[in-house]
């Protein structure tokens, strides 16, 4: 086992994989577990769809497509935000709408960028490990640590309002402004995760370790703490596994996720069977 760990660590492409997916494991289901409470899980995917607008926009300007995707990304998220706010249109259409829209326009920018850019935006569709440049590092580490002390200053409030939006109105938290800043959240998260495990898949890992996390513990800090534990796990493992598999990351990351899910499940199951059933607090 350790001649394993050091024949990953010989390589500095593997080095930067690996911080990037313990970094993208903590940040994932930090904010997936708002997502959820929510009944949002699915907002990640469709702010992957419109981070795919601004890598395509990158490739077209000849910016930094990580960055580009954290701005267009967060646009798009708060422009969702705001209509379902309104309640003109529903969560579900609103997430349609950024679903339609983010592909469409990543699909017609990579179109009219210079060309080979095609094969460029397969690693940040599916992840890839070879593609973690040292900036790449540096930029998730940022994003990531900011990400993380935002929910630790905010946390208990944001946990209010997406339990339950009205009360926390009439508690005076300013619900407007923790909603746009969860959406904002939310796309970064997807930015920073999106060259580890791919904008198709990234998701995921913003919801099944919170989804595994449920099945066995009761409370918000449990779950959160559980998760965050699920989502470095399967992270890293997906990233040394794809290393010895040579096949992108993602699907391995996800993977690895589903089967936490599914032992997670099993063992749930198994206790319910040997102690009376309790309502589940809410996480």
Known sequence: MGAVVVDLLDYDFMRRALLAALLVGLAAPAVGVFLVQKRMALMGDGIGHVALTGVALGFLLGTAPVLTAVVVAALGAVAIELVRERGRTSGDVALALLFYGGIAGGVLLIGLSPGGSNANLLSYLFGSLTSVSSGDVVVISVLSGGLLLTLLAVGREMFAVCHDEEHARVSGLPVRTLN????????????????????????????VPVAAAQQLVRGFRATVLLA??????????????????????GALIVLVALGAFAVAALVASLLRRRRPARDLEPV
Do not use: F, H, W
Not at 180 to 207: D, E, K, N, P
Not at 235 to 241: C, E
């Open 180 to 207: 746009l800043l969860l959406a904002v959240l939310a796309a970064v998260t997807v930015t920073v995760a999106m060259r580890v495990v791919g904008l198709l898949l990234v998701s995921a890992l913003m919801v």
């Open 228 to 249: 965050l534990a699920v989502g470095v796990g399967s992270a890293v493992t997906g990233v040394a596994g794809s290393y010895y598999a040579d096949t992108a990351p």
